[in-house]
């Protein structure tokens, strides 16, 4: 009796050629077919931050929003009157060329843009397994047509075959 092949082992033959025999596609489509290949993305990637991720998006989510931009440009605005007309001079927390609030926007920056960009690295992964997930759904879909394909023309086949007995049949009676 031959050995079944494992799922890797057939995995590894398409990896490689891409030349499989009957028996060995049927076992490919056996193992597609029975096992859910679908995966929810969103869950596994959930299951796998760190806390790190999270304030990552956190942090995107709070400062790419227009509650953020309007809170921010009311800060400015105001940190602006307060030290120009509020503010007397010589009690004034920043004069006119605004030092200590153009430290203070660097600083928010050089800190915002690695954030940001750590979320989105974040993002990038999970759309890439999104992707994955859409080719395996996608291969499997297409090997169940296929095989569904084969059998609706083995069926048609055999119905012409029945079809041709019934009326070699009937043509017998005739006569």
Not at 46 to 67: L, P, R, Y
Not at 114 to 124: F, G, L
Not at 144 to 160: G, P, R, T
């Given at each position: ?165 019934i009326e070699g049949e009937n043509n017998e009676k005739k006569k």
């Amino acid at each position: 009796m031959e050995k079944r092949k494992t799922k890797k082992e057939i995995v590894q033959m398409l990896l490689k050629n891409n030349s499989m025999d009957a028996k060995d596609e049927e076992e490919l489509l056996d193992l597609l077919i029975d096992q859910p290949i679908s995966i929810d993305v969103d869950k596994q990637e959930e299951a796998k931050m760190t806390f790190g991720d999270k304030v990552a998006d956190k942090v995107s989510e709070i400062a790419g929003s227009w509650g953020f931009i309007l809170g921010f440009s009311s800060f400015l605005i105001f940190w602006v009157v307060l030290n120009t007309v509020l503010l007397k001079e010589g009690h004034r927390i920043d004069e006119y060329p605004f030092i200590l609030l153009n430290l203070l926007l660097s600083c928010i920056a050089a800190l915002q843009a690695p954030i940001i960009m750590m979320s989105q690295n974040r993002q990038a992964e999970k759309d890439s397994l999104r992707n994955q997930n859409d080719y395996r759904t996608d291969l499997k879909s297409e090997l169940i047509l296929e095989s569904l394909h084969d059998d609706l023309e083995s069926v048609l086949e055999n119905q012409k075959k029945i079809l041709k007995y019934i009326e070699g049949e009937n043509n017998e009676k005739k006569k």
